[in-house]
């Protein structure tokens, strides 16, 4: 099941729920990064964002990286 | 129950077991671990402190390094976490001993700190004389 997060909050399913725990629920920090693999990462994001949604998310950055995001697309 | 599930149950009772017996220190399941001059912080699946080290158990965490931490192998690709990067922020850490319990394969793979390198080992220092034998799923 694919999760593509969109400008509204969305509902997530159970099953994308119980394949988004990173690390078995687990988060844990070395030196300074958080103990997710690459893959672990992407899905757990992928889940957070759709929950908020991407107007959400956009809102909760920092102006710095407002910016940033718009220099990244202009790019 | 998962293979898991199975695994922490039975080792977090053999290790209580003992260690209360032997009144020789404290076991705790997935405490949060947090080791401020090293920036790490890990929620080991059972981590051991002796009595004389007591302190450094506080309320919601231990701050400071355990003498013992275990991890349990909780599917097969999730070995090279817990043998790679684990391994090695532990022995950074200076924790003593380290175990790796594998119910996929039945083994408890013992490390203790040498030179600042885990070295595998049938004995440990902490609970000499237990014999830890992962259960078959099968018979429970």
């Given at each position: ?53 991407l107007k959400k998310m956009i809102e909760i950055f920092p102006h710095e990286s407002r910016d940033e995001l718009e220099r990244l697309f202009k790019? | ?78 070995r090279d976490k817990l043998l790679g990067k684990k391994k090695e922020t532990y022995a950074r850490c200076t924790v003593p001993e380290y175990w ?41």
């Open positions: 099941m694919k999760t593509i997060p969109k400008a509204e909050s969305q509902k997530i399913p159970f099953q994308v729920f119980e394949n988004s725990i990173p690390n078995e629920g687990k988060w844990e920090w070395i030196d300074g990064e958080l103990l997710f693999s690459d893959e672990e990462m992407r899905k757990v994001i992928l889940m957070l964002v759709s929950q908020i949604g790019g | 129950m998962s293979l898991k599930n199975l695994a922490f149950v039975h080792l977090l009772t053999e290790l209580n077991y003992y260690a209360r017996v032997n009144q020789s220190g404290t076991v705790l399941p997935r405490t949060l671990v947090y080791i401020e001059e090293k920036e790490v912080a890990v929620i080991p699946d059972i981590v051991f402190v002796m009595r004389t080290r007591s302190g450094i158990i506080q309320k919601n965490r231990i701050c400071g390094v355990p003498d013992l931490v275990v991890e349990i192998v909780s599917h097969p690709s999730h790796v319990a594998d119910p996929f394969e039945q083994t408890v793979r013992k490390y203790m700190l040498v030179g600042g390198t885990y070295q595998e080992t049938d004995n440990s220092r902490l609970f000499p004389d237990l014999q830890v034998q992962l259960l078959d799923s099968e018979k429970g």
